[in-house]
């Protein structure tokens, strides 16, 4: 791609002019005019040419590319802002860059939200999370994080995957025990393997949780003669569901709630919708995990 070329200044362009009208001593060519300026005699001619038309030797307004997003499409990016403040940028870059099928810059995107008179501030309660927000509006309850009164927000439940994706979840209340842990497994476990296409035999895997690997719930296994992973019990947690976990509170956090019910109800909604690929490369992994644990002899690594 050829480089663009560089434009005269200012002072360049006025002496250039002033050469063309001439004084007491007359007036000067072209070839003359490029001599004693130092420049290209095209470049003469055509910062004459623009006098002769505008009667300025500055840049008019209006000059360059146009702009890639609109006024519109800049009030629509606000406004995406006012709705939550607490969206992400690149939220907002992606879900635009869909909606008007145009590729925006992060810093384009920034420019935009600018324009209309946001910054970026810690909102005015922890966890510290960032608002978007115009000056003097920190107290405005849209930018104020909610205070939840819900038992600290905690919400317990168990779920299982495979390579296919997710498959059942159930919300737990009170203590989980070996006895909970049982008729959860008997709930979910056989309907989760159908809904999923597993054959009978399958391996199941789950961590070394003192209710995992009670005598109840070994008898529980051995009963229905589900095979399992073992590792030993002071291996390091290499269930890959871990990972799922925090993908799945990761997706939620993006998400304001303010009582347990939302809570459960956006928990619900991502968990259906993630990604049967992101539980595929979790599967993936297992034979990687394992070689790692035996070359750290039982120690740390890397997941």
């Known amino acids: 791609m050829p480089s663009k070329k560089k434009e005269s200044s200012v002072c360049i362009r006025?002496?250039?002019?002033?050469?063309w009208k001439g004084d007491e001593n007359g007036t000067k060519t072209i070839r003359e005019i490029s001599q004693c300026v130092k420049v290209p005699k095209s470049t003469v001619f055509d910062v004459i040419r623009k006098y002769k038309?505008?009667?300025?030797?500055?840049?008019l307004p209006g000059r360059g590319r146009k702009p890639k997003l609109s006024t519109r499409?800049?009030?629509?990016?606000?406004?995406?802002?006012?709705?939550?403040?607490?969206?992400p940028t690149t939220e907002i870059q992606a879900e635009i860059q869909n909606e008007l099928g145009v590729m925006v810059t992060p810093q384009t995107n920034r420019n935009c939200i600018h324009k209309g008179g946001n910054s970026c501030r810690t909102a005015r309660r922890k966890p510290k999370r960032k608002v978007w927000r115009k000056?003097?509006?920190?107290?405005?309850?849209?930018?104020?994080?909610?205070?939840?009164?819900?038992?600290?927000?905690?919400v317990v439940f168990w779920g299982c995957m495979t390579a296919s994706g997710p498959s059942q979840l159930e919300f737990i209340d009170g203590i989980l025990n070996s006895d909970i842990y049982i008729d959860i497994l008997n709930r979910n476990v056989k309907t989760s393997s159908r809904e999923l296409g597993l054959v009978r035999y399958f391996t199941f895997q789950q961590d070394n949780d003192p209710k995992h690997t009670s005598k109840k719930s070994a008898a529980f296994f051995k009963k229905n003669k589900y095979k399992m992973l073992e590792w030993?019990?002071?291996s390091p947690d290499l269930n890959p569901i871990e990972h799922l976990w925090h993908h799945l509170e990761k997706v939620v956090r993006k998400t304001v709630v303010t009582n347990k019910t939302q809570l459960r109800t956006t928990i619900e909604e991502v968990w259906k919708n993630i990604d049967p690929a992101v539980t595929q490369n979790l599967v993936d992994s297992i034979p990687r995990r394992l070689q790692a644990v035996i070359a750290a002899s039982g120690g740390i690594t890397g997941y």
């Open 232 to 234: 030993p019990a002071q």
């Open 53 to 59: 038309l505008t009667g300025q030797i500055r840049n």
């Open 14 to 19: 006025d002496l250039i002019i002033q050469y």
């Open 73 to 87: 499409d800049v009030r629509k990016i606000q406004r995406k802002l006012v709705k939550n403040p607490f969206k």
């Open 135 to 154: 000056p003097g509006e920190a107290l405005k309850p849209r930018n104020l994080l909610p205070s939840v009164k819900y038992g600290g927000g905690n």
